[in-house]
């Protein structure tokens, strides 16, 4: 069992950073592969980032190539996204995933994902 809790949103000004962080409990953590959603009003959620487990590969949207960083730290159990130049878009609430197939993070299979948190809110204003 993993328990995820996400932290670190806010509002913020285009243009600026924010640095998400998801804890997760339990001590199978660096045997997960994570994720990190959004979903913004009105919208289906969609995928933002992901890294493996152990060898900590990434993956990104193409609207957070270059803007974003996932990061994690097996030893603290958690995982990061590092949100730069923010944009007015990227107001959503921000979910952390895991699983044990980097395939259903990848693929958006939010049905199937093994854990979910519960999420935090990014608000970007002008």
């Known amino acids: 069992q993993v328990q995820l809790v996400e932290s670190g949103g806010g509002l913020v000004q285009a243009g600026g950073s924010l640095r998400l962080s998801c804890a997760a409990s339990?001590?199978?953590?660096?045997?997960?592969?994570m994720g990190w959603f959004r979903q913004a009003p009105g919208k289906e959620r969609e995928f933002v980032a992901a890294?493996?487990?152990?060898?900590?590969?990434?993956v990104y949207a193409d609207s957070a190539k270059g803007r974003f960083t996932i990061s994690r730290d097996n030893a603290k159990n958690t995982v990061y996204l590092q949100m730069n130049s923010l944009k007015l878009e990227d107001t959503a609430v921000y979910y952390c995933?895991?699983?044990?197939?980097?395939?259903?993070?990848?693929?958006?299979?939010?049905?199937?994902?093994?854990?979910w948190g519960k999420g935090t809110l990014v608000t970007v204003s002008s």
């Open positions: 339990g001590r199978t953590f660096s045997n997960y592969h």
């Open positions: 995933a895991a699983d044990r197939t980097i395939a259903t993070i990848l693929r958006g299979r939010t049905n199937a994902m093994d854990y």
């Open positions: 890294i493996t487990s152990s060898e900590g590969s990434t």
